[in-house]
C-alpha cells in the first residue's frame, strides 16, 4: 500500500516552457495507448495555461490532444511560476488552490481544470485514467468482495490486509468497551470549553439557531487521559500492522489526534465534508497511503452521521473530491460504540451530516516511514505494471 513516486528533496522548479514544449507533449506521445480510453470519457473543455503573462492552450480534438503556444477559445486559468511547479510536482492540486481561494480562472470553472489535471497526472506519472471496470473488486479466493463485511480485532491479519489493499476500507467491530467510550464522551464535554475560535487547535460551525459550537479538538490527548492510554493500547498499535507496510503513529506530535462533534442543524462552517481523499489538496505521491483511524465514541448510522466510503477509489486516477466516479460503488458504514474504521488516504469518502442524533468520533492515523530511493523507484515500476495490467484486461467492479 505504498504509493509513493516522489521525495521532497528531489524535487525542482517547473520551467513552463519546458513543460508544455517538451515534457508535456513528449509525455502525452509516450501514454497515447493506456490514456486513450480515460481521456475519452472526460469533457475537456479548451483550457489556456497562463504563465507569468504566457500562454499554452491544451485541446482534445477525435481523442488526440495537442499542446500549443497562444490563447485558446475556452476555459482559462493564471498560474505563478511557483504554483505551477507546485502542481505539476504534485505538492498541491486544484482543490487546494480552490480550497484556500487561491484559484485565479477568468474563464470556466473549477471542473475544467480537474478533468485537465486527470490528464496531467495521467500523462507525467504515467497512470492510467479510471474508466469503469478498470477496477476489480476480489477477495483471495477471486470471487466478488463481500463489502459489508466487518472484521473483529482476532481476525486474520492476512484477510484484513487483503481487504484493505482491495478496497481501501475496514470496519473492526468491537475493538473499544462502552465505558471506555463513555469516559471519552465525559473528556470531550469538560475539554470543550478550552478550545476558543481561532486559537488554530480547533473548528468551529455555526447552527440553525445561530449558536457556535466547536466541532474539531486537534490534540485532545492532552485533555484526556483514557485517550492518552488508548494511543498506547495494543488494541489501537496494531491497526497500524495490518497493511504490513511498518506504518506508524510516532511523528504526529501535537496533534496525535483530534475528537469530533457532529452535532444537529449545522448551517456554517467545515463538519460534515463532502466526498473527499484526503489527498485531495495535494502531496498523493509523497505521502500515500496513510491510514486513517476513526475510533466510534458513539454508535453511528443513517441519521447520525455515519461515514460513507467509495471502494477501490484508491486504486483509480480520478477526481480528488466532489463527485465519486461511475462505476464504483458506494457504501455507508453504520458502527456501533467502540468500533474503529480504516481508510487509506486516497480513497473517497465523506461524512454524512446527522439528521436524529449527534455522534461523536475521534480521528487520528498512521504514516508511512521515510521513503528510500529504491522503494520509491520500486513503486513506480509496480504502478506501471498493475496499470499496463488493469488496461490490458479491465473487469466489471463487484457490487
Known sequence: MDLRTRRDDRVSPVDAVELFTATLPEALERGREFMQAGTARLRLRTLTFEVDGSAWTLASEAGHISVGPGRGDGAHVRFSAEALSDLVNDQTTPMGYFSAGRLDMPEGGLGDLLDWWLVLRSALDERPLYVPGSVSLRDRDGCALDLKRSFSPDDDADEMRHFLHEAGFLHLRGVFREDEMAAISADMDRAAPSYREDDGKSWWATLDGGERCVVRMQGFDRHSETTAALLEDPRFTRIGEIPGDSHTHRGLEGNKIEALFKPLGVVEGISDIPWHKDCSLGRHSYE?????????????????????????????????????????????????????????????????????????VMYTGFRLPAVSPEAAQAALAGRRRLGQIREAAPRTVSQ
Not at 486513517?292 to 486516477?317: D, E
Open 288 to 360: 500515500c497511503c496513510s491510514l486513517t483511524v476513526g475510533i466510534s465514541v458513539t454508535g453511528a448510522g443513517p441519521t447520525s452521521g455515519q461515514l460513507g466510503v467509495v471502494p477501490g477509489s484508491h486504486r483509480a486516477l480520478v477526481w480528488p473530491a466532489l463527485i465519486p466516479p461511475e462505476g464504483l460503488p458506494e457504501l455507508a458504514l453504520p458502527t456501533r460504540t467502540g468500533d474503529v474504521t480504516v481508510h487509506l488516504s486516497c480513497t473517497l469518502h465523506r461524512a454524512f451530516p446527522p439528521t436524529e442524533q449527534e455522534r461523536r
